[in-house]
C-alpha cells in the first residue's frame, strides 16, 4: 500500500471534527467489508471524536454478521427509505465505504448524487468515480476497506497506534478484513498481516470473531452446500468450474440472502480448476461471483462479460434478461460460451 498522504489525513480529519451531521454508507447487499468498515468508522466517531453519525445501508445485513450490528446508529434504507433520504439529504458529509461510485449503492444512488454534502471515498476496487468526491482514498494493494481505513485511523490517531482505536472498531475491522480475504486465503498484502498484528496486540479476540462468522451457520446453509457442490456444480476439461443456483432452488432450500457467501472459492481447491464462475438468481438479473487462481484475471472476466469488475483474481457483475440473455435459462449456455473463449485466448466474447 502506498502511504497515506498527510494532507489527506489531515483533510479528512478537518471533516470529520466540522460536520455538523455524517453519513456512512456502503453498497447494497453489504458484506462483512462493506459492514466492517461502516461500524469501525461509526464506533470510531462514536468513542474518539465524541460524534454519532449515522450507518445507512441499502439492505439488510446477513445473519451471520448480525453480531456487528449497534444498537442505535444503523438503518437499513429498503426499510425506510424517507428516513434514509432525509438524513442523508440533511448530512454535511457523507463517507462512502467499500464502493467505487454511487451506482453500486442501490436505493441510495440518486440520494447521494442529488446531496449537497462534502463526500468522501474509502474503498479498494478499481476504476473510483474520484470527480464525485471531495476527498478520495482508493487502494487497490489492500486486502479490503477494513484495512485501508485501519491505516486512516491510525494515521489520524498518532502514536497510539491500533490501542487507540475503540475495541468495538477494532473488532469490526478484523471481521471486515477476515471474511474480504476467506480468512487469509486470498488479497493479502504484507499490510494485511501489519494490520491483523495490530489488532491483535491491541486485545481483538480473533478466535471468538472466527467462531461467530464460520461456526454459527444456520442448518440450511450448510445443507444447500452440499446440494450445490453434489447436484449443481459443473467441471470442465479447460479448468472451468461453474454452478447456477435458480430462485426455485435457493427459496426451496430456505437460503437467506448472503448465506451463499463463500460458496464459490470451494472449487478452487481442485488442482484441475483456474475459475470458478457462480451464477444466483435475482429479479431480472443473476449476481455473479468470479474467482480465479493467479493468471487468471477474475476482473478482466466480470469487466467484460458480466457488466462488473472488482479485484484480479476476485470479481463480481451481473447477467441481465433480456439483454445478455433472452432468459434465464441461457444462462448456462452463457457461461460456457465466454468462458471458453476466456480461457483459450484472454479475449472477450464477439
Not at 43 to 61: A, K, Q, Y
Not at 160 to 174: D, V, Y
Not at 202 to 228: F, K
Amino acid at each position: 500500500m502506498r502511504m497515506l498522504e498527510i494532507n489527506s489525513l489531515e483533510k479528512f480529519r478537518s471533516l470529520l471534527g466540522s460536520a455538523e451531521d455524517i453519513c456512512i454508507v456502503a453498497h447494497t447487499h453489504p458484506d462483512g467489508d462493506a459492514a466492517g468498515s461502516c461500524l469501525a468508522l461509526y464506533h470510531f466517531l462514536e468513542r474518539r471524536m465524541c460524534v454519532r453519525p449515522h450507518v445507512i445501508l441499502p439492505d439488510s445485513l446477513p445473519s451471520y454478521l448480525d453480531f456487528m450490528i449497534p444498537e442505535t446508529g444503523l438503518l437499513i434504507a429498503e426499510s425506510n427509505i424517507e428516513a434514509a433520504r432525509e438524513l442523508i439529504s440533511s448530512a454535511g458529509l457523507v463517507v462512502c465505504m467499500d464502493m467505487n461510485s454511487f451506482n453500486r449503492s442501490g436505493c441510495l444512488e440518486e440520494m447521494l448524487r442529488s446531496s449537497a454534502a462534502e463526500k468522501v471515498l474509502i474503498d479498494h476496487h478499481l476504476n473510483p468515480s474520484v470527480s464525485d468526491f471531495s476527498l478520495v482514498f482508493s487502494e487497490v494493494d489492500v486486502s479490503s476497506t477494513c484495512e485501508l481505513l485501519y491505516f486512516i485511523l491510525v494515521g489520524i490517531i498518532g502514536d497510539e497506534g491500533a490501542a487507540g482505536i475503540p475495541e468495538k472498531a477494532r473488532t469490526a475491522l478484523m471481521t471486515g478484513m477476515t471474511t474480504d480475504t476467506n480468512n487469509f486465503a486470498n488479497s493479502v498484502f504484507p499490510g494485511t498481516f501489519a494490520m491483523a498484528s495490530g489488532l491483535l496486540s491491541a486485545g481483538v479476540d480473533r478466535d471468538a470473531i472466527l467462531s461467530r462468522l464460520y461456526n454459527e451457520y444456520r442448518e440450511n446453509r450448510v445443507r444447500a452446500m452440499g446440494y450445490v457442490l453434489s447436484d449443481l456444480l459443473k467441471i470442465r476439461d479447460d479448468g472451468l468450474a461453474y454452478f447456477v443456483l435458480r430462485r426455485d432452488d435457493w427459496k426451496r432450500l430456505g437460503l437467506e440472502d448472503g448465506e451463499t457467501e463463500g460458496f464459490v472459492n470451494i472449487p478452487l481447491g481442485i488442482g484441475k480448476v483456474k475459475l470458478s464462475v457462480f451464477l444466483k438468481e435475482d429479479d431480472g438479473f443473476f449476481r455473479v461471483s468470479i474467482r480465479s487462481k493467479k493468471g487468471i484475471s477474475a476482473n478482466r472476466l466480470a469487466r467484460e462479460c458480466f457488466n462488473g469488475g472488482g479485484h484480479e483474481c476476485a470479481a463480481g457483475g451481473r447477467l441481465y434478461w433480456p439483454g445478455d440473455i433472452s432468459s434465464p435459462d441461457g444462462a448456462e449456455e452463457y457461461i460456457m460460451n465466454v468462458t471458453a473463449r476466456f480461457l483459450q485466448n484472454g479475449l472477450p466474447v464477439e
